[in-house]
């Protein structure tokens, strides 16, 4: 099973279930098997894989310590992931 853990940016604490958090968070954790990085990060996070694909285009993923730039790409197993959510937008 992918383990993915949340943290706030101001601290560190893990929840136990992705779809509990909020905005201005950090996910982290490993792949769980070889697929695209797009639909790996969906099911390890609980995001929807446009979400994810709109995250890697705002720099805000990055796969193995390095900035993940194109959704299709293929990931390994065990590759260790970092997700930052921005901070929620006001309607205006």
Same mark, same amino acid.
């Given at each position: 099973? *992918?383990?993915? #853990?949340? *943290?706030?940016?101001?601290?560190r604490r893990t929840i136990g279930h992705a779809s509990s958090m909020a905005e201005g968070q950090t996910i982290t954790g490993t792949?769980?098997?070889?697929? $695209?990085?797009? $639909? ?8 929807? $894989? ?8 705002? @720099?805000?993923? #990055?796969?193995? @310590?390095?900035?993940? *730039?194109?959704? #299709?790409?293929?990931?390994? @197993? @065990? *590759? ?13």
């Open positions: 099973c *992918t383990r993915a #853990s949340i *943290t706030p940016l101001e601290s792949v769980d098997a070889p697929d $695209r990085l797009d $639909r790996a990060l969906a099911l390890a996070a609980d995001l929807s $894989r446009e979400r994810i694909k709109r995250l890697i285009a705002e @720099g805000a993923v #990055s796969v193995a @310590g390095h900035p993940a *730039t194109d959704p #299709s790409a293929k990931v390994a @197993g @065990g *590759t260790p992931f970092r997700i930052a959510l921005p901070d929620a937008q006001p309607l205006a």
